[in-house]
Nanobody, 125 residues
């Protein structure tokens, strides 16, 4: 399974960006997918996730109401729509995937054996 994250870049506070995670080597609709981020000097943290059946999404309190995860129409791409960006959203964003079948604990990195290379998002004030 290979994941390719893209869509990062420079944004101003209040702007929107959409990140993409292209999945190959496995049927994407059979995978749970999560987005994580890591800011310089900080630990990696959970952002959002979507369950394997696509019915359950969850998000970190810091992004709730601003960030949305969704599957593309072709199901091979997962999107992270980021609205109302803040400077504290600046980080490298990683998509991750796994075959975990539950809807709980998708905020844990160890649920995901497959990781993309990361895409940098920089938000200025």
């Amino acid at each position: 399974v290979q994941l390719q994250a893209s869509g990062g870049g420079l944004a101003q506070a209040g702007d929107s960006l959409r990140l993409s995670c292209a999945i190959s080597g496995h049927t994407a609709s059979e995978l749970a997918v999560g987005w994580f981020r890591q800011a310089p000097g900080k630990e990696r943290e959970f952002v959002v996730s979507i369950s394997r059946n696509g019915r359950t999404t969850s998000s970190a309190p810091s992004v709730r109401g601003r960030f949305t995860i969704s599957r593309g129409s072709a199901e091979s791409t997962i999107y992270l729509q980021m609205d109302s960006l803040k400077p504290e959203d600046t980080a490298t964003y990683y998509c991750a995937a796994g075959q975990y079948d539950g809807i709980s604990y998708l905020n844990l990195p160890n649920r995901y054996p497959y990781w993309g290379q990361g895409t940098l998002v920089t938000v200025s004030s």
